[in-house]
């Protein structure tokens, strides 16, 4: 497992894309695309915006209250734990698989946020992640080898135990 130090958790603050207030705007880019969604409220909203991504990573809580519906899926589905502020082998493996078997839900019981990470190392340049920053939208990021470079270099703040 991994786990993200309290001192380092600042690094996470600014978006690893650029930020849309609006997912409306982003549909059109997606269409044709891999891509994978990590958050409830994203999730949903593809959903709602007739898009399927090939990985969604839930834990049905946004904001810290409880997420009424879960999104209508028809695929794979993995259910995983994942404590917060952690990185376990449990959701690494989970990813691996959700991807090989898209569609597919990984519903995670802990928290979801740092799915992230993982996500960017396993899938190929120009696909794409999705995630909600609170408050202030949807985070749109394409995977190329920059962004791979700065998940491994925050990874590298985590501690293995």
Do not use: W
């Not at 502020?85 to 519903?107: C, D, N, Q, W």
């Not at 995630?131 to 491994?152: H, I, M, T």
Request: aromatic content about 8%; hydrophobic content about 40%; proline content about 7%.
């Amino acid at each position: 497992m991994l786990t993200l130090p309290p001192e380092c958790r600042g690094l996470f603050k600014e978006p690893f894309g650029s930020l849309h207030p609006d997912f409306s705007k982003i549909t059109d880019e997606l269409s044709a695309r891999h891509f994978c969604c990590v958050g409830d409220v994203v999730t949903r909203n593809a959903f709602h915006h007739g898009l399927t991504p090939d990985v969604s990573v839930i834990d049905g809580v946004t904001k810290r209250s409880n997420v009424v519906t879960l999104p209508r899926f028809l695929g794979s589905t993995f259910e995983v734990k994942n404590p917060a502020g952690t990185i376990t082998e449990e959701l690494e493996e989970a990813l691996y698989l959700a991807y090989s078997m898209r569609p597919s839900l990984v519903l995670v019981e802990g928290e979801e946020d740092l799915a992230v990470l993982p996500l960017i190392l396993i899938l190929p340049d120009s696909a794409v992640i999705l995630y909600g920053q609170p408050n202030e939208g949807v985070v749109f990021c394409e995977v190329d080898s920059a962004l791979r470079k700065k998940a491994e270099e925050l990874l590298s703040c985590f501690v293995k135990s």
